[in-house]
């Protein structure tokens, strides 16, 4: 199974700042990683799939890097509704896994 | 626009069953893989099953293999997840998500809660 690192677990931030969330994967999961934000009492919604490729309808503040084991999902510029749950997931292998999630949080 | 509703869910005792659907609209249900993601109360989101377009290959969780079964009915757009055994382990919030490019989940559903207790 591969396992899926977040760091750091809460990201305490004001509006306007950039936001760099990070994923590690324990081996190689090439590009098949996504990102997907998740609000309170909401589903999660994807933002990134195939590590850089925003979804329909996402801002372009949000974008995504990396492959094999390190990720990036950064938000350049932080908007009210940007504070949330963000967790990272691969499809390279079966069991589907995703991330523990990093919580950004107003500072 | 695509929507995904789920039902089914509630308050079960251990050792219990139950089955989910989740009644799909606004795409071509036939076209794509489809999922159940579940989240404990206040924990992290977990996969537990997935399945191809003709409901012939199914996937699973080590945790819920031999006691959950994925199914499909692409002539009624519906997915399914029967649970079987069911422990206070398995007590969250389970969503049905469609496949994008198979195995990335978009969107989601709003969720149907499942409480394991006596």
């Known amino acids: 199974e591969i396992v899926l690192t977040q760091s750091p677990a809460t990201l305490s931030l004001s509006p306007g700042e950039r936001a760099t969330l990070s994923c590690r994967a324990s081996?190689?999961?090439?590009?098949?990683l996504a990102w997907y934000q998740q609000k309170p009492g909401q589903a999660p919604r994807l933002l990134i799939y195939?590590?850089?490729n925003r979804a329909t309808g996402i801002p372009a503040r949000f974008s995504g890097s990396g492959s094999g084991t390190d990720f990036t999902l950064t938000i350049s510029s932080l908007e009210p509704e940007d504070f949330a749950v963000y967790y990272c997931?691969?499809?390279?292998?079966?069991?589907?896994?995703f991330g523990g999630g990093t919580n950004v949080e107003v500072k | 626009e695509v929507q995904l509703v789920e039902s089914g869910g509630g308050l079960v005792q251990p050792g219990g069953s139950l089955r989910l659907s989740c009644a799909a609209s606004?795409?071509?249900?036939?076209?794509?893989?489809m999922h159940w993601v579940r989240q404990a109360p206040g924990e992290g989101l977990v996969w537990v099953s997935g399945?191809?377009?003709?409901?012939?290959?199914?996937y699973y969780a080590d945790s819920v293999k031999g006691r959950f079964t994925i199914s499909r009915d692409n002539a009624k757009n519906t997915l399914y997840l029967q649970m079987n055994s069911l422990s206070a382990e398995d007590t969250a919030i389970y969503y049905c998500a469609r496949g994008l490019y198979e195995n990335y989940f978009d969107p989601w559903g709003q969720g149907t809660l499942v409480t394991v207790s006596s």
């Open positions: 606004g795409f071509i249900f036939s076209s794509h893989w």
């Open positions: 997931q691969q499809r390279r292998s079966w069991p589907l896994t």
């Open positions: 081996q190689s999961v090439s590009s098949y």
């Open positions: 399945i191809n377009n003709p409901g012939s290959s199914p």
């Open positions: 195939a590590a850089s």
